[in-house]
């Protein structure tokens, strides 16, 4: 829905883009503040604190993507989320046109 708001999706966890980052996925918030912590007090520190709370990502499956999912599991859940996406969408629309002022 991103392009509804003029935004250019793109395919990276965080995204430093002039002054502004953004981070998309739940464990995305640490690569996140990491990203952070790199920008504001350097890499080194930013790896001291990622070996201090031990982020050592290792996901249990390769279904995070629906890029890397298996095709079948992707249909499912999107049709199990179908409804939810749609009233998402109603409302960024909504969001965009109150923007616009329409």
């Not at 991103?2 to 990276?12: T, Y």
């Not at 990491?34 to 249990?60: C, F, M, N, W």
């Amino acid at each position: 829905m991103l392009p509804l708001f003029g935004a250019r999706p793109v395919r990276k966890r965080v995204v430093v883009d002039r002054s502004r980052i953004t981070a998309g996925g739940v464990t995305a918030g640490i690569d996140f503040g990491l990203r952070i912590a790199a920008e504001t007090a350097g890499e080194d520190v930013a790896k001291s604190i990622q070996l201090a709370i031990e982020y050592d990502p290792d996901p249990p499956f390769r279904s995070g993507h629906p890029d890397v999912a298996d095709p079948t599991l992707v249909a499912r859940t999107r049709a199990a989320l179908s409804k939810t996406l749609e009233q998402r969408k109603a409302l960024a629309e909504k969001c965009v046109a109150r923007r616009r002022g329409h």
